[in-house]
């Protein structure tokens, strides 16, 4: 998850903790640590590529515009879903994401019960969806579940 407010990033975390605590969710705060991490670069050598990318729009030092064309160019990371998951719902920004290679676009739930509900139904349908082998995971989620 890109998300720079840490009140945002920790109402998800609890939220996916009460839904599936089998999900790992790593949390960086802008554009350009959320690019060091997909690359493995610096402090993130030894982390885990993801599965998917929830992106926050409105991100310092690189916004996610930016993080999405950098990501979609790259050979390496171009297969990952990225969704984006932000407050505006400015048709503009809707576009403009969908251009440059989003995978999805959902304006951030106002609430935590309605926070909740979407983190089910959104890893839900995550882990369901299949993708072409050289575009992305068969399997999206890593899921130890049932």
Do not use: C
């Not at 050979?75 to 440059?100: E, F, H, R, W």
């Amino acid at each position: 998850m890109v998300e720079d407010s840490a009140d945002d990033a920790s109402l998800m975390v609890r939220a996916l903790k009460r839904v599936d605590a089998s999900i790992d969710l790593d949390v960086v705060t802008d554009g350009y640590e959320a690019l060091q991490f997909l690359r493995h670069a610096n402090s993130f050598a030894n982390t885990t590529t993801p599965d998917l990318v929830l992106l926050d729009l409105n991100t310092p030092r690189k916004n996610g515009i930016e993080v999405l064309r950098e990501l979609k160019a790259d050979k390496q990371l171009k297969g990952i879903p990225i969704v984006v998951m932000t407050t505006s719902n400015a048709p503009s920004d809707i576009l403009d994401a969908y251009a440059v290679g989003a995978a999805s676009y959902i304006t951030k739930p106002e609430d935590f019960e309605e926070l909740k509900e979407f983190v089910r139904a959104f890893f839900d349908y995550w882990r369901r969806a299949e993708f072409p082998a050289a575009q992305g995971p068969a399997h999206v989620l890593r899921y130890s579940g049932g």
